[in-house]
Nanobody
Framework: QVQLVESGGGLVQPGGSLRLSCAAS????????MAWYRQAPGKQRELVAV???????TYVESVKGRFTLSGDNSKNTAYLQMTSLTPEDTAVYYC??????????WGQGTQVTVSA
């Protein structure tokens, strides 16, 4: 099973930027995909972005043009670069990965708060 360690959350001003990291315990080119989810207060968890081992990315409409998901195979890490942040982006962000065995792993979550 893949272990995931998240970092990079914090408090940021509206319009600011933040980069989240998700370090995996295995070579990420062997992972079917890695993804970021978020859960805002009072809302259901939603898929934000996903990247396959081939580098293809998909984003939820609300973050297109603002968020970029990338992977660094040499560091076994996926990154979520977030720009033009708004209070609506405030949520706990979770890293998710589907291993080569088809089993999903989850990070513990990192809090992102966008507030003036």
């Amino acid at each position: 099973q893949v272990q995931l360690v998240e970092s990079g959350g914090g408090l940021v001003q509206p319009g600011g930027s933040l980069r989240l990291s998700c370090a995996a315990s295995t070579n990420i080119f062997n992972v079917i995909y890695m993804a970021w989810y978020r859960q805002a207060p009072g809302k259901q968890r939603e898929l934000v972005a996903v990247i396959t081992s081939g580098g293809r990315t998909t984003y939820v409409e609300s973050v297109k043009g603002r968020f970029t998901l990338s992977g660094d195979n040499s560091k076994n890490t996926a990154y979520l670069q977030m720009t033009s942040l708004t209070p609506e982006d405030t949520a706990v962000y979770y890293c998710n990965a589907r291993g080569p065995d088809g089993v999903d792993s989850w990070g513990q979550g990192t809090q992102v708060t966008v507030s003036a």
